[in-house]
Antibody, heavy 122, light 108 residues
């Protein structure tokens, strides 16, 4: 059974940093692209970033480009999102989601974690 | 950037009724549309991918159709557990991968 478990969410002041982790199990992690999707309170879904199975290709939403680098450690079956220069508008639940293939283009998100809440407030 | 528009915003129906949800893209996305269901306090769940393919474990009452710019998710007979918010998402022109704003299906 595929399991994705996010952690690292917290309340942080504007301008601060956080690192989110997503621990994966139940599948061959390195064979699949992984993604971060966020949802502001009471709002819809917003794609944040994607990384290929090998980690060699990474893509970002304009709203986080240059601030939220994503990475993965295939030896630890873990996905990361380093969140820097946080803003109030980054407040959201952050989900990690598995794609259906190793390429970023296979962006059908077939498994999701339960999400971790990031609150940016002074 | 591809903009997805979903209609209606809210659909009020009774159990047993047929639900028809629409997703329209600002330009052609071929057949690269997925549909997700989200219940309160839960993560989204993939229902349909590539316009018409049911994801693993999804009941046959869910079906998807369309190509180009116009897509439909149909729930043939609503079960109590189907009352939720539904999102479409495209993966044809990216980045970014974009989602629609959602359609809420609630109990009439």
């Amino acid at each position: 059974e595929v399991q994705l478990l996010e952690s690292g969410g917290d309340m942080v002041q504007p301008g601060g940093s956080l690192r989110l982790s997503c621990a994966a199990s139940g599948f061959s992690f390195s064979d699949y692209a992984m993604n971060w999707v966020r949802q502001a309170p009471g709002k819809g879904l917003e794609w944040v970033s994607s990384i290929s199975g090998s980690g060699g290709s990474k893509y970002y939403a304009d709203s986080v480009k240059g601030r939220f680098p994503t990475s993965r450690d295939n030896s630890k079956n873990t996905l990361y999102l380093q969140m820097n220069s946080l803003r109030a508008e980054d407040t959201a639940i952050y989900y990690c989601a598995k794609s259906t293939g190793s390429a970023v283009s296979t962006a059908n998100f077939d498994s999701w974690g339960q999400g971790t809440l990031v609150t940016v407030s002074s | 950037e591809i903009v997805l528009t979903q209609s209606p915003a809210t659909l009020s129906l009774s159990p047993g009724e047929r639900a028809t949800l629409s997703c329209r893209a600002s330009q052609s996305v071929n057949s690269y549309i997925a549909w997700y269901q989200q219940k309160p306090g839960q993560a989204p769940r993939l229902l349909i991918y590539d316009a018409s393919n049911r994801a693993t474990g999804i009941p046959a009452r869910f079906s998807g159709s369309g190509s180009g710019t116009d897509f439909t998710l149909t729930i043939s007979s609503l079960e109590p557990e189907d009352f939720a918010v539904y999102y479409c998402q495209q993966r044809y022109i990216w980045p970014p991968f974009t989602f629609g704003p959602g359609t809420k299906v609630d109990i009439k």
